[in-house]
Structure formats: structure tokens, C-alpha cells
């Protein structure tokens, strides 16, 4: 091919040379019947290249076949230069594919093999089952006091061969109250009193100096459909205008700081007895004994009340301070106020309070000094006190109980992680106790046992 472009070219080159010598060429055959090329030169300088016509084109020849040459020269080479390459690819190619096709028979032949032992056992297993006629012996019962199960045990054996017998045990799980005694059952639902506050769990922190401080809570039966009980509530009460109320979507939302809404309150709020309870939020109007009920749906104040004879302002606070005289708090039972009066000579009083016009349904009196103790919360109907809110390791050393109007002294562990402990609330919904510990938000997870006197509404 190359060649052919080549001679082609030459002989275009050659045509024109001689047209700009004005020459002619002809060919005839002689009489031998070979070909004979006849070159004529118009010019007298031209007619001398006559002779050399002929050596011209054997030039032009010799040239067109060492170019032809140098072509398949190169053509050649590149090939040559090729071609071991794709040799070594293609034997590359042909060993991994002779290796995976190696492998696949490895692996066939192993789960060969597999099925063929599944195939046996199975066999064997049928015909043990056909060949064994079960009989039943009398169940065993029993359980286990430190694992809090009950169990059956039953016995066959073969009717084909005296030696053969197998055993199998069914253990079924069942509370604890059917074998503990009846004053030590945990209840998992229900009333029941406190015995063991579990370790603090972190969930946030603060982000600056107004969050030294202030309420964060659920609602244990909220209302409606826009907020649930995954809704997180929280309130940084430092400062003398405090109105504004986050609401946090889920507690991972709350733990990353990503409020969904914030709602500006109608009146600042005093310290941090706040409570949220069934779509509503309860807090004490600043520098006042009034308690303020706010629809969370509606964002609106709906009902204010004063707690007659309620001290206020730093006049009876707990032990930490932050005019924290009067505390909110819901239970199982409902809502409460923890407060004190001129008349009580500072010490701790229970109110019931009805959620919705705020009136007071029942009061108690205790003989625990509000400024003695750090913090306190209701469990159903039952007040506890919190010994102090700097201490590492504390105590719950009070526990008042509504329903027999009698206390009594009592010594539950309970730790301040940050020791700066300044608000304790208790959600019956998720059995957690909710703090805010110098900047941190927390939760403790409690065990209630069951009381010998039930408590009534």
C-alpha cells in the first residue's frame, strides 16, 4: 500500500518535471517485442539529460524502494514491538482466569461436600425421629431466686431401647413478684417507692453564662398532635427578663442545639421551678407568688393564679439559692407545688394544684426546713428531698408521703456530676429524673418498689 502512494507520488513529481522542461516521452515495443521509453528534449542544454532519462527513473526507483524499504521497516518494528506486549497480556489474562476458574472448582467441591454432610445428618436425624416413640414423663418445675426465672423440665425416653434418653428444658421467664416476697416487688408500671437513683446521664450543655442554670423537661402526657413526648423543653433562667421557651423537635435534636421553635412567654420566669405538663407550661411570674398556666399549642396564657401565703423572691429558696421559692412538679397524680409560708416558718408545704384553674385542692405540712435542702420532687404523691447540690456523692434524705401525711429520714445515693445541681424534676412517663447541673443537662434513670399502702388521688 505503501509503496503503490509512493510510486503514484513519484510519478506525479516526475510528470511534472518534465512538462516544465517542455520534454516529451513515448514508448514503443521493438522487435523482440520488448518496451522501449523514447525521451525528446526541445531545448539543445536539454537534450544532453536525454542519455540520463533512463538513470532518472532508475534513481526515482532505487529511491521509491528504499523509502518502500524504510516503510515496512517501520511498519515491521512497530509491530515487533507490539506484539510481545500483547503476548504478555494475553498470558496474564489466560493465568488469572485459569486461577479463578481453579478457585470456582474449590468452592464447588467444598459445598459439595457441605451438602453432602447436610444430606447425611438429615438422614440420620429423619430416621432417629422415626425410629424414637416419645413418651412424656411428669413436667419438673422449679425456679431460680438469683435469676428471677421459673422453669419445666420433661424427660422422654425411647420405647425401642432402654438405654437411650434425652433431656430437654423449658425455661420460660416470669416476674420477680412470684418469687420474691410481695414488700420487695419492682414494679415496671405504676406507683411505688423510690429505692435507687442510677448514675447521671449528659445530654447537653449550656453554651454561655445564661445557662449557668435553668429547666429542661418533656411532658409526660402532652396534648394534641403538634408537640409529643420526644418534644424537649428548655429554658435558660439566668437573667431578670427570662421569657424565652425552646422547643427541641426529639432529644437528639436538643443534644445538637437545634431548637424548632422558640416561644416568647407572656411573664419572665422566677428561677427554675417551671414544669410542663398535658400541652401546658407552669411557672412562677417573676417577683411573685402568681403561677401562670401557658398553652404550648395556642402560644397564649390561658389562666393565672396566686398560691395563697406562698413565700417568694428569695424569702424561703432551697439551700443553692436562685429564688427558688416555689417549685413545680408533676407526678403520677398530677400537678404540685413545693413551697413554704410565713405560717410554716419556712418549712416545706405541699399543695395539690388542679392543672386547669390553678386552685389549690389539698395542702400538707411537713417539718423539713426548705433552706435545709438543696432541691426536691414529687414520685407518686410522695415528696423526696435532695441533701445538697454541690456534693459529688449525696443523698435523697427525705421522703414525705401525702397519702399517710408521715415522713421519714431516708438515705438514697444520688450524685452531682458538675456539683452545681439546681433544678431536679421527675418524669413519670420515662421514669427519669431531669437535672440541670452547672451548664449540664441530665437524666437519671430510678427504681420504684412497691409500698404497702397504695397511694389515692
Known sequence: MWVQVLFVCGCTLFSWNLAENQGSFTQRQDDKGQCQYIFSVS?????????????????????????????????????????????????????QVTGE??????????????????????????????????????????????????????????????????????VTEVPASHLLPERNQTLNKGCGELVTVEEPVSHKKAESITGKYGVWLQDPEPQGSLYTTNTVWRIDAVGKDVRQLFAYEDMNQFSRGFPMKVLQLPEPVESTGATVYRGSFYYQRRQSRTIIRYDLTSESLVNQQDLPHASFHGQHPYSWGGRTDIDLAVDEQGLWAIYSTDEAKGAIVISKLDPESLEVRQSWETNIRKKTVANAFMICGCLYTVASYTAPNTTINYMFDTSTNAGKAVAIPFKNKYRYNSMVDYNHALRKLFAWDNFNMVTYDLRLLERSSQITS
Open 101 to 170: 476458574r481453579d478457585q470456582l472448582q474449590q468452592d464447588i467441591e467444598r459445598l459439595t461436600k457441605q451438602i453432602q454432610e447436610l444430606q447425611r445428618r438429615l438422614s440420620k436425624t429423619s430416621l432417629e425421629v422415626e425410629s424414637l416413640r416419645l413418651k412424656p414423663c411428669q413436667p419438673h418445675t422449679g425456679h431460680s431466686p438469683n435469676t428471677g426465672m421459673s422453669y419445666n423440665i420433661r424427660t422422654w425416653y425411647s420405647l425401642s431401647t432402654d438405654a437411650y434418653q434425652e433431656m430437654r428444658a423449658e
Open 43 to 95: 531545448s539543445p542544454e536539454g537534450s544532453s539529460h536525454c542519455p540520463g532519462g533512463l538513470t532518472e527513473i532508475d534513481g526515482l526507483l532505487s529511491r521509491l524502494t528504499l523509502l518502500e524499504a524504510l516503510v515496512s521497516r517501520l511498519v515491521g518494528g512497530t509491530d515487533g514491538e507490539a506484539k510481545p506486549d500483547r503476548e504478555r497480556s494475553l498470558q496474564e489474562a489466560y493465568t
